[in-house]
Nanobody
Framework: QVQLVESGGGLVQAGGSLRLSCAAS????????MGWFRQAPGKEREFVAA????????YYADSVKGRFSISRDNAKNTVYLQMNSLKPEDTAVYYC?????????????????WGQGTQVTVSS
């Protein structure tokens, strides 16, 4: 079992930055593919970013490409999502997830473990 706990969310003005953290426990996630998803009010959960199990590849949704960056610190068993140039449309609950089997999945159904989410609110 893997437990994931997100933190770092909050209220920020448009154009600002936040760094979300996803601390893992129970097992090391250094060899797992990791992903970030988000869900805005009244909308379905959507893919944001993924990191391959090797850590060598990343993939981003078009809406965040060039602004967000996913990374992992194996020593801390923690995954990060650096979010820059935030926009009001980035407002959502952000979730991290871990997949134990695939290289770099982007579908919700492919992930085995999920955190509880952290709220990000971007004011205009």
């Amino acid at each position: 079992q893997v437990q994931l706990v997100e933190s770092g969310g909050g209220l920020v003005q448009a154009g600002g930055s936040l760094r979300l953290s996803c601390a893992a426990s129970g097992r090391t996630v250094s060899r797992y593919a990791m992903g970030w998803f988000r869900q805005a009010p009244g909308k379905e959960r959507e893919f944001v970013a993924a990191l391959s199990f090797s850590g060598g590849s990343t993939y981003y949704a078009d809406s965040v490409k060039g602004r967000f960056s996913i990374s992992r610190d194996n020593a801390k068993n923690t995954v990060y999502l650096q979010m820059n140039s935030l926009k009001p449309e980035d407002t959502a609950v952000y979730y991290c997830a871990a997949d134990t089997r695939r290289y770099m999945p982007i579908r919700i159904m492919d992930y085995d473990y999920w955190g509880q989410g952290t709220q990000v609110t971007v004011s205009s």
